[in-house]
């Protein structure tokens, strides 16, 4: 149980186009979903924290009219990556965690296997 | 907030060597902690996890932990490295009701 999945898992765009990232939780009620980005060779670097139903909060330094994050439901998240360039290029990695019924209870965080994301 | 801190960015051992790899953290209060390996090309994986109770954790794969609460340390070790524990490994960090924090990580390489 607890499986996260990330559509797509790679996308290539060009320059100053939209690309929308979906994270599903495929077996549990992800009440809290996080996207995180990874930079080649470094760590995890938290962008947001979205709760079902309301806005998105956003790490400092993140620009949130950029990273579009929208948690409609709660097996779902999107972030939309708006007017892309070449800088935006990185892995994105979507993070959920639901209530005290998902195995390893409500303290877990389960990640999904991440989008790679080129913009040309 | 809470931050994690690993002291080593490349680790090189030989196969059946011991490992440990360092994970120290910031935060006043109470902690969840944990080790994700990352392999080549792969997402995260959970390795283990502390919350509470024997500050001894075992995980998956002979991989094992122990929070030492004084000195805000939570070591990973393996008493004998393979080949394919080749990675890397995140130490991450919750406090509260925060989300993960993670360690800038350690890449691991073990050879033949």
């Known amino acids: 149980g607890a499986v996260v999945s990330q559509h797509p898992s790679w996308v290539i765009c060009k320059s100053g186009t939209s690309v929308k990232i979906e994270c599903r939780s495929l077996?549990?009620?992800?009440?809290?979903m996080f996207w995180y980005r990874q930079f080649p060779k470094q760590s995890l670097m938290l962008m947001a924290t979205s709760n079902e139903g309301s806005k998105a909060t956003y790490e400092q330094g993140v620009e949130k009219d950029k990273f579009l994050i929208n948690h409609a439901s709660l097996t779902l998240s999107t972030l939309t990556v708006t007017s892309a360039h070449p800088e935006d290029s990185s892995f994105y990695i979507c993070?959920?965690?639901?209530?005290?019924?998902?195995?390893?209870?409500?303290?877990?965080?389960?990640f999904g296997p991440g989008t790679r994301l080129t913009v040309l | 907030a809470q931050s994690v801190s690993q002291h080593n960015h490349h680790v090189i051992l030989s196969e059946a060597a011991s490992l440990e790899l360092g994970c120290n953290y910031s935060?006043?209060?109470?902690?969840?902690l944990f080790w994700y390996v990352q392999y080549p090309g792969q997402h995260l994986q959970l390795l283990l996890k502390?919350?509470?109770?024997?500050?001894l954790v075992k995980g998956i794969k002979g991989f094992e932990a122990e929070f030492i609460k004084s000195k805000f340390s939570f070591n990973l070790r393996k008493p004998s490295v393979q080949w394919s524990d080749t990675a890397e490994y995140f130490c991450?960090?919750?406090?509260?009701?925060?989300?993960?924090?993670f360690g800038k990580g350690t890449r691991l390489s073990v050879i033949a």
């Open positions: 502390y919350f509470s109770g024997d500050p």
């Open positions: 077996d549990f009620q992800a009440t809290t």
């Open positions: 993070s959920a965690r639901g209530g005290g019924q998902v195995a390893g209870g409500p303290h877990e965080q389960f």
């Open positions: 991450a960090v919750r406090g509260g009701n925060t989300p993960l924090v």
């Open positions: 935060y006043g209060g109470t902690v969840n």
